[in-house]
């Protein structure tokens, strides 16, 4: 989410020199890194619902890959287990247009991991007279679509009434902070 926002307002802003690369990079990392951990608690889940020898479990896991919401299932893993992983390359960590790419993508993974564990874990229940497809009505996505509404509502007022940066950072960016700069440092004689 850090990515998502971080790319288009560090470009809307002008604030290259005081987000730099570096920033970028390594955001990319800390991604790459609980991409990681994502993938080994993804893969933890299956084996204790392939280990356990429960069938209501190993049923549940079973239908998030090959039940009728499997295209939730298979894009909770792919964009939160495989996408992640080009950040091992420094290439795509320096190609901005492919960060941003790839944090959506992760987004839309965080998204679907959500919808699997609700839809995915109520359309079987333990009482097969339960059972169902669902199927979003319009209050449903009109509700889905107001989150984002609200989310960049708020955002947006956060970035005009609160700093966007903190000025401790930016003043360690800024050229008087750099003790062998003309402008910064101590002058000749000790006297600033």
Same mark, same amino acid.
């Given at each position: 989410?850090?990515?998502?926002?971080?790319?288009?307002?560090?470009?809307?802003?002008?604030? *290259? *020199?005081?987000?730099?690369?570096?920033?970028?990079?390594?955001?990319?990392?800390?991604?790459?890194?609980?991409?990681?951990?994502?993938?080994?608690?993804?893969?933890?889940?299956?084996?204790?619902?392939?280990?356990?020898?429960?069938?209501? *479990?190993?049923?549940?896991?079973?239908?998030?890959?090959?039940?009728?919401?499997?295209?939730?299932?298979?894009?909770?893993?792919?964009?939160?287990?495989?996408?992640?992983?080009?950040?091992?390359?420094?290439?795509?960590?320096?190609?901005?247009?492919?960060?941003?790419?790839?944090?959506?993508?992760?987004?839309?993974?965080?998204?679907?991991?959500?919808?699997?564990?609700?839809?995915?874990?109520?359309?079987?229940?333990?009482?097969?007279?339960?059972?169902?497809?669902?199927?979003?009505?319009?209050?449903?996505?009109?509700?889905?679509?107001?989150?984002?509404?609200?989310?960049?509502?708020?955002?947006?007022?956060?970035?005009?009434?609160?700093?966007?940066?903190?000025?401790? *950072?930016?003043?360690?960016?800024?050229?008087?902070?750099?003790?062998?700069?003309?402008?910064?440092?101590?002058?000749?004689?000790?006297?600033?």
């Amino acid at each position: 989410m850090v990515l998502t926002l971080l790319v288009p307002l560090r470009k809307i802003c002008k604030l *290259e *020199e005081v987000i730099t690369m570096r920033h970028v990079d390594l955001i990319c990392k800390v991604t790459l890194a609980t991409g990681c951990i994502v993938s080994y608690a993804y893969a933890m889940e299956y084996f204790i619902a392939w280990y356990s020898g429960n069938p209501y *479990e190993r049923f549940v896991f079973w239908q998030r890959l090959f039940g009728k919401y499997w295209y939730g299932g298979w894009a909770m893993l792919a964009f939160n287990m495989v996408t992640p992983q080009l950040f091992w390359f420094k290439k795509v960590r320096e190609n901005m247009i492919l960060v941003f790419i790839i944090s959506i993508l992760v987004n839309i993974g965080m998204w679907f991991e959500r919808f699997v564990i609700v839809v995915g874990s109520l359309y079987h229940d333990f009482i097969p007279a339960n059972w169902g497809y669902f199927k979003p009505t319009w209050v449903d996505v009109m509700t889905y679509v107001g989150t984002f509404g609200l989310f960049f509502t708020f955002f947006l007022l956060f970035i005009r009434f609160l700093p966007l940066i903190a000025i401790a *950072e930016v003043k360690g960016v800024t050229p008087q902070a750099d003790p062998h700069h003309p402008l910064g440092g101590a002058k000749e004689g000790g006297h600033h």
